[in-house]
Nanobody
Framework: QVQLVESGGGLVQPGGSLRLSCAASGRIYSVTVMGWYRQAPGKQRELVAAPSKDGSTNYADSVKGRFTIFRDTAKNTVFLQMNSLKPEDTAVYYC???????????????WGKGTLVTVSS
């Protein structure tokens, strides 16, 4: 019953902005971490942005200074603000979460189905 649903993808021109959102829904006891990954055509899936254990945020080098991850913990939602988009950012963006479902004693990994971001003029 737990699922992650991404939204906000679409077509945008270079230099434009998009905000992705991902909401975790269902019978969730707690969410330990939420982050964003992406997979471009012909490439491996890579980390885009995720919290680090030391309290900082890990960003892919290619998006530093342009992307920002933030959360609304009350709604179990994570956002990815993407500014100054480049054609190289074109990819399917996936939400990731590790969370503890109701009546579970351990965390479980969940992936969203992905949302396509296309940066093109």
């Amino acid at each position: 019953q737990v699922q992650l649903v991404e939204s906000g993808g679409g077509l945008v021109q270079p230099g434009g902005s998009l905000r992705l959102s991902c909401a975790a829904s269902g019978r969730i006891y707690s969410v330990t971490v939420m982050g964003w990954y992406r997979q471009a055509p012909g490439k491996q899936r890579e980390l885009v942005a995720a919290p680090s254990k030391d309290g900082s945020t890990n960003y892919a080098d290619s998006v530093k200074g342009r992307f920002t991850i933030f959360r609304d913990t009350a709604k179990n939602t994570v956002f990815l603000q993407m500014n100054s988009l480049k054609p190289e950012d074109t990819a399917v963006y996936y939400c990731y979460a590790n969370l503890i479902p109701w009546h579970s004693d351990y965390g479980v990994d969940y992936w969203g189905k992905g949302t396509l971001v296309t940066v093109s003029s």
